[in-house]
């Protein structure tokens, strides 16, 4: 009785710092929530990571607090739990997609940005399995359409499954890594087997449905039949070496290799003087996706709203496995933003053509944290990230950059470890 009663006192706590706008998760929750296991990768991790810089201009505990204080405003803002439709309940993580109706309570893609978040703040924050757990139950009740080992792109606010649609790439390959993050942080022995769970949504969704055997290049999602279309916010290269680690399939060592050569090829054709990358590819030869690809909106053949993820998931290649080509093109694309900026981190716009001319005059932490974080590839960058990083912590605008802002934050303190390791 004391147990139920704690977890509804806990619950109540949520609720009253989140608002009214849901309801309470009914008494299912039983079916997920489970004795709570050790955090054998306590936050925080607080990694030196070999050949990478941190700002320097505070100390290590001051960026764990800033994390800290940033997360509790990700958690009240944006995380919420399931109306009770959902069989069991759970998480989520509040959020319209693009392309949606306006009826829908959340994405593939933010469902993985959360569970990423609670694997790597576990310990030091309370309730963190708890959560994932949750996040994983809501991901389990709504499997795509398409591939049942991926998750439906969008949650229908009524949460009832006829509504489950085909899957989006980069929310499978988040949820699958952070089953891996999780397998290190609470093992694999408990209740749940994170690590089955992941190398089966690694083998049987991602590589099966989101990937292209024949151009090993990351498609949109299990949906695409397209061999060759492909988005720059995808190519997780960090997150392959973490499935090659995890499954020994050496299909992801040459999906790593694929992305370098993209990156190559478009920068010597279409950005040679910025390395920026479209949001959308397409073409065995590859080339920017026309204007309104996929019906999104005009920038979709500029760097956009999606590819603004792009020096955020290179950058995790180089922290977290040394590869040389990440640091390589990350220079490239760092020099080019800190001249466009002034070496202010404050002045980097939300959005760039191609060849470096700023889309919109205004700026969002999409494409600041990501620009910021790419700065740890190399001591001459220091300055820009120190700056960089007090920017970061003090914007908050929505769910969005804020929960770009915060992965970020994590990456760049040593908090986002790697799980290969």
């Avoid at 949520?14 to 309801?23: A, I, R, T």
């Avoid at 089953?179 to 609470?186: R, T, Y």
């Avoid at 790593?256 to 920068?267: G, K, N, P, T």
């Avoid at 479209?278 to 073409?283: A, G, L, Q, S, Y």
């Amino acid at each position: 009785m004391r147990y139920l009663l704690l977890i509804a006192f806990i619950s109540f706590s949520l609720y009253s710092c989140e608002g009214n706008d849901h309801e309470k998760r009914p008494e299912q929750r039983k079916e997920f929530v489970h004795a709570p296991l050790e955090a054998l990768k306590p936050f925080p991790q607080a990694i030196a990571f070999n050949n990478c810089i941190k700002p320097n201009h505070i100390s290590q505990g001051q960026m764990n607090q800033d994390i800290i204080d940033y997360y509790y405003h990700w958690l009240r803002s944006y995380v919420r739990e399931s109306n009770g439709t959902t069989p069991g309940g759970g998480y989520y993580v509040k959020m319209l997609g693009t392309g949606g109706d306006g009826n829908e309570i959340t994405t593939s893609e933010a469902h993985g940005y959360g569970m990423i978040i609670f694997a790597l703040m576990a310990g030091r924050i309370a309730d963190a399995q708890k959560y994932f757990d949750g996040m994983l139950n809501m991901f389990d009740k709504h499997r795509s359409t398409g591939n049942p080992e991926c998750m439906s792109w969008l949650i229908h606010k009524t949460e009832e499954s006829r509504y489950d649609k085909g899957s989006a790439t980069d929310g499978d390959m988040d949820i699958a890594y952070a089953l891996l993050l999780a397998d290190k942080q609470w093992g694999s022995e408990g209740a749940i087997n994170y690590l089955e769970k992941a190398r089966t949504m690694i083998s049987k969704g991602v590589r099966q449905s989101d990937m292209s055997s024949i151009s090993k290049r990351s498609m949109l999602g299990d949906w695409d039949t397209n061999n060759y279309s492909s988005r720059s916010s995808d190519w997780m290269t960090a997150h392959f070496r973490s499935y090659h680690a995890a499954t020994s399939d050496e299909f992801w060592l040459a999906a790593a290799d694929e992305v370098y050569q993209l990156i190559d090829a478009l920068s010597t054709n279409y950005s040679s003087t910025t390395g920026l990358m479209p949001d959308f590819i397409v073409n065995k030869s590859p080339r920017p996706a026309t204007e309104y690809y996929l019906d999104e909106y005009k920038e979709t053949d500029e760097y956009s709203w999606n590819a603004c993820r792009y020096p955020w998931r290179i950058s995790t290649d180089y922290a977290h496995f040394g590869t040389a080509d990440a640091k390589r093109v990350m220079m490239k694309l760092q020099d080019f933003i800190i001249a466009s900026s002034d070496g202010e981190p404050s002045d980097i716009k939300a959005g760039y053509y191609l060849d470096g001319r700023p889309i919109n005059s205004y700026s969002s932490n999409a494409f600041t944290a990501p620009f910021v974080a790419a700065s740890i590839v190399d001591p001459k960058y220091q300055v820009f990230l120190n700056k960089g990083w007090d920017v970061i912590k003090a914007e908050k605008e929505s769910y969005y950059g804020d929960t770009i802002g915060l992965l970020n934050m994590l990456l760049i303190s040593g908090n986002w470890w790697n799980p290969a390791e």
